[in-house]
C-alpha cells in the first residue's frame, strides 16, 4: 500500500544470485606399468641332442657351471681338447641331466655330433619328411655311414665323460681302438660294428653295472677287493667291457660279421633296425 501511495509499482523480489558449484580439475591418473612376466628359464632338448626317442627338455645348464666343466677337462688333461671334440653348452646340459637323474651315459651318435652349434639346424631340416597327409614331420636319423664319422661323435664323448670324471681317458681310448679294429676287419660290416656299439653302450652298460653291484656285496662280505669302484661306478662298467666280455662280443660283433664275410648269412638277417647307419 505506501508502494502505491507513492506511485511505486507492486515489489519485486531480485533474482536469486546463480549457484557457483567450485571442482577440482581432474587429476590424471598414474600410469599403469606393465606386468612383466618372468622369462622361462632355457631349456634343452634331448630327443635332438643325445637321445633319439627321449622326449625331455631339461634346463640349460649356467654358463659358469659349463666353463667349470671345460677347466676341469683341462686340469685332467692338460690342455683343452680340439673344437670339433667340444660338446657345447646345450649338449653338456643333456648329457649331464641324463648321468645324475637318469644314471645313463648313453649317447645316440645320430645325433650326437661334433660341431653341435652349426649343426643342429640342418639336423631339424635333414630329419623332415611329409608322411601320408602331405605334413612334415620329423624322422629318425640314422647313425653315422662309417668308423671315421663315429671315431668324431665318440671324440665328443670322451671328452664330456673325462669333464665329468666319470670314466678314465685310457679306458675310454681302448674302447675306441676295439671299434677301430672291428671296422677295419670287417670293412663291409660296418652296420654291424655300429650296432654291436651302440647296443653295448645303450643296453649291456647297465646290465654290467648290475652285475658288478650284486658281485660287490659277495666281494665286501669275504673282504675281497671291490671291482666297482664307488666313486667312479662307470669306469669299473667300461673297463670290465673293455676286459672281460669277451661273449658279448662274439655274439654282437665278431660272429655276424664273420658269418656275413663268408657268406654263411646276409647282412639282413642280423641287423635289427634299432641302430641302423647312414
Known amino acids: 500500500a505506501c508502494r502505491l ?11 536469486a544470485p546463480p549457484t557457483i558449484i567450485y571442482q577440482s580439475p581432474p587429476t590424471e591418473a598414474a600410469p599403469v606399468t606393465p606386468t612383466l612376466a ?5 631349456t634343452v632338448d634331448i630327443d635332438t641332442l643325445v637321445q633319439q626317442g627321449t622326449k625331455k627338455e631339461v634346463p640349460l645348464m649356467p654358463l659358469s657351471e659349463y666353463y667349470a666343466l671345460q677347466k676341469a677337462y683341462r686340469k685332467r688333461m692338460g690342455r683343452d681338447p680340439p673344437i670339433a671334440h667340444r660338446p657345447t653348452r646345450e649338449q ?3 648329457f649331464k641331466y641324463l648321468v645324475d637323474k637318469k644314471d645313463d651315459t648313453y649317447v645316440d651318435m645320430a645325433v650326437w655330433l661334433p660341431h653341435g652349434d ?4 640342418r639336423k631339424k631340416f635333414n630329419g623332415m619328411m611329409f608322411n601320408a597327409k602331405g605334413e612334415l614331420v620329423l624322422t629318425e ?7 671315421h664319422e663315429w671315431e668324431e661323435s665318440f671324440m665328443l664323448f670322451r671328452v664330456a665323460c673325462i669333464s665329468l670324471d666319470l670314466v678314465e681317458p685310457e679306458t675310454l681310448d681302448t674302447y675306441a681302438r676295439m671299434i677301430r679294429e672291428a671296422a677295419y676287419k670287417f670293412p663291409d660290416s660296418w652296420a654291424i660294428v655300429y650296432q654291436a656299439d651302440s647296443r653295448t653302450r645303450r643296453e649291456h652298460t647297465s646290465r654290467v653295472r648290475y652285475e658288478l653291484t650284486m ?7 669275504n673282504g ?16 670290465k667291457i673293455v676286459t672281460s666280455e669277451r661273449d658279448w662280443w662274439n655274439d654282437q660283433l665278431k660272429e655276424p660279421a664273420r658269418d656275413v664275410a663268408t657268406g654263411l648269412i646276409r ?3 642280423v641287423i635289427g633296425g634299432d641302430a641302423l647307419v647312414s
Open 267 to 269: 647282412m639282413a638277417q
Open 38 to 42: 618372468k622369462p622361462a628359464d632355457e
Open 118 to 121: 652349426r649343426n643342429q639346424g
Open 224 to 239: 675281497w677287493e671291490v671291482q666297482l669302484g664307488k666313486a667312479k661306478p662307470w669306469e669299473s662298467v667300461f673297463h
Open 141 to 147: 636319423f640314422f647313425g653315422p655311414a662309417n668308423y
Open 215 to 221: 658281485a660287490a656285496e659277495t666281494e665286501l662280505k
Open 92 to 94: 653338456m646340459s643333456a
Open 5 to 15: 501511495a507513492c506511485g511505486l509499482g507492486p515489489f519485486v523480489p531480485p533474482p
